[in-house]
Protein backbone atom coordinates (compact mmCIF):
# COMPACT_ATOMS: atom_id res chain seq x y z
CA UNK A 1 0.00 0.00 0.00
CA UNK A 2 2.73 2.79 0.87
CA UNK A 3 4.14 1.59 -2.12
CA UNK A 4 1.38 2.28 -4.14
CA UNK A 5 1.12 6.07 -2.38
CA UNK A 6 4.42 6.41 -3.56
CA UNK A 7 3.73 6.06 -6.74
CA UNK A 8 1.04 7.63 -7.03
CA UNK A 9 2.39 11.15 -5.62
CA UNK A 10 5.24 10.96 -7.84
CA UNK A 11 3.59 10.42 -10.63
CA UNK A 12 1.08 13.56 -9.74
CA UNK A 13 3.71 15.15 -8.96
CA UNK A 14 5.64 14.54 -12.37
CA UNK A 15 2.33 15.22 -14.30
CA UNK A 16 2.40 18.90 -12.70
CA UNK A 17 5.36 19.70 -13.66
CA UNK A 18 5.10 18.64 -17.03
CA UNK A 19 1.62 20.55 -17.31
CA UNK A 20 2.78 23.69 -16.11
CA UNK A 21 2.27 26.46 -18.82
CA UNK A 22 5.77 27.72 -19.94
CA UNK A 23 5.58 31.82 -20.37
CA UNK A 24 6.61 32.93 -23.45
CA UNK A 25 7.83 36.05 -24.72
CA UNK A 26 6.22 38.54 -27.10
CA UNK A 27 8.47 41.51 -28.81
CA UNK A 28 11.55 40.42 -27.40
CA UNK A 29 11.37 41.73 -23.83
CA UNK A 30 7.82 41.56 -22.89
CA UNK A 31 5.57 38.56 -21.94
CA UNK A 32 1.52 37.84 -20.66
CA UNK A 33 1.64 35.94 -17.76
CA UNK A 34 -1.01 35.09 -15.47
CA UNK A 35 -0.64 37.28 -11.67
CA UNK A 36 -3.44 34.90 -9.18
CA UNK A 37 -5.79 33.64 -11.49
CA UNK A 38 -5.08 31.74 -14.60
CA UNK A 39 -7.32 34.08 -16.59
CA UNK A 40 -5.83 36.90 -14.66
CA UNK A 41 -2.84 37.89 -17.51
CA UNK A 42 -0.98 41.06 -17.04
CA UNK A 43 1.59 42.42 -19.73
CA UNK A 44 5.36 42.62 -18.08
CA UNK A 45 8.80 43.81 -18.93
CA UNK A 46 11.36 41.12 -18.11
CA UNK A 47 14.58 41.43 -16.84
CA UNK A 48 15.64 37.98 -16.47
CA UNK A 49 14.48 34.54 -16.13
CA UNK A 50 13.27 34.75 -12.43
CA UNK A 51 12.23 38.75 -12.49
CA UNK A 52 10.00 41.09 -14.37
CA UNK A 53 8.47 44.39 -14.06
CA UNK A 54 4.65 45.15 -14.56
CA UNK A 55 3.57 47.21 -17.37
CA UNK A 56 -0.23 46.65 -17.74
CA UNK A 57 -1.88 44.86 -14.99
CA UNK A 58 -4.36 42.00 -15.34
CA UNK A 59 -7.55 41.04 -17.07
CA UNK A 60 -5.66 41.28 -20.64
CA UNK A 61 -7.63 40.08 -23.27
CA UNK A 62 -5.77 40.57 -26.46
CA UNK A 63 -2.34 41.54 -27.70
CA UNK A 64 -0.61 42.40 -30.88
CA UNK A 65 2.83 43.53 -31.46
CA UNK A 66 5.72 44.44 -33.71
CA UNK A 67 9.33 45.65 -33.18
CA UNK A 68 8.23 49.02 -32.28
CA UNK A 69 4.73 49.06 -30.04
CA UNK A 70 2.98 46.41 -28.24
CA UNK A 71 -0.94 47.09 -28.40
CA UNK A 72 -3.18 45.48 -25.55
CA UNK A 73 -6.73 45.15 -25.03
CA UNK A 74 -8.16 44.57 -21.53
CA UNK A 75 -11.20 44.53 -19.56
CA UNK A 76 -11.83 47.11 -16.71
CA UNK A 77 -12.24 45.62 -13.19
CA UNK A 78 -16.28 44.90 -12.13
CA UNK A 79 -17.67 46.60 -15.03
CA UNK A 80 -18.09 45.33 -18.96
CA UNK A 81 -16.12 47.94 -20.58
CA UNK A 82 -12.79 47.90 -22.43
CA UNK A 83 -9.89 49.87 -22.45
CA UNK A 84 -7.04 50.00 -24.48
CA UNK A 85 -3.20 50.65 -23.91
CA UNK A 86 -0.08 51.03 -26.34
CA UNK A 87 3.49 50.53 -25.16
CA UNK A 88 6.26 52.40 -26.43
CA UNK A 89 8.87 49.86 -26.94
CA UNK A 90 12.40 51.67 -27.73
CA UNK A 91 11.83 53.73 -24.55
CA UNK A 92 11.36 51.10 -22.04
CA UNK A 93 13.83 49.63 -20.37
CA UNK A 94 14.74 48.11 -16.96
CA UNK A 95 14.35 51.40 -15.24
CA UNK A 96 11.87 53.35 -17.64
CA UNK A 97 9.15 54.93 -15.43
CA UNK A 98 6.05 52.75 -17.13
CA UNK A 99 3.91 56.69 -17.18
CA UNK A 100 6.80 56.98 -19.95
CA UNK A 101 6.41 54.11 -21.97
CA UNK A 102 2.59 53.33 -21.40
CA UNK A 103 -0.10 55.14 -23.05
CA UNK A 104 -3.37 54.42 -21.59
CA UNK A 105 -5.99 53.31 -20.40
CA UNK A 106 -7.84 54.97 -23.69
CA UNK A 107 -11.43 54.29 -24.98
CA UNK A 108 -11.65 52.60 -28.17
CA UNK A 109 -11.97 56.24 -29.92
CA UNK A 110 -9.01 57.49 -28.20
CA UNK A 111 -7.21 54.33 -29.35
CA UNK A 112 -7.47 55.01 -32.76
CA UNK A 113 -6.71 58.75 -32.69
CA UNK A 114 -3.24 57.96 -30.69
CA UNK A 115 -2.15 55.38 -32.77
CA UNK A 116 -1.91 57.14 -35.53
CA UNK A 117 -0.67 60.33 -33.10
CA UNK A 118 2.34 57.48 -32.57
CA UNK A 119 2.47 56.33 -35.64
CA UNK A 120 1.93 52.90 -34.84
CA UNK A 121 1.22 50.51 -37.70
CA UNK A 122 -1.61 50.76 -39.46
CA UNK A 123 -1.56 46.80 -40.39
CA UNK A 124 -0.34 46.25 -36.36
CA UNK A 125 -3.67 43.58 -34.93
CA UNK A 126 -4.04 42.06 -31.98
CA UNK A 127 -3.32 38.35 -32.49
CA UNK A 128 -3.01 36.61 -29.14
CA UNK A 129 -6.29 36.45 -27.41
CA UNK A 130 -7.31 35.48 -24.16
CA UNK A 131 -10.70 34.39 -22.62
CA UNK A 132 -11.61 36.57 -20.32
CA UNK A 133 -13.62 35.55 -16.56
CA UNK A 134 -15.69 38.45 -17.44
Known sequence: ???????FFTIAFLCLLGCKKKTSLIAGKYKV??????KEKALYYVIDDNSSIGRIESRITDVGWDE???????SIDGLNKICYYIVDIPKDHINADPCEVVTGPMSKEEFIKTRSMMNVATNLKFTLHY???F
Open 1 to 7: MRNVLSI
Open 33 to 38: DYIDLP
Open 68 to 74: KHVIVKR
Open 131 to 133: NSM
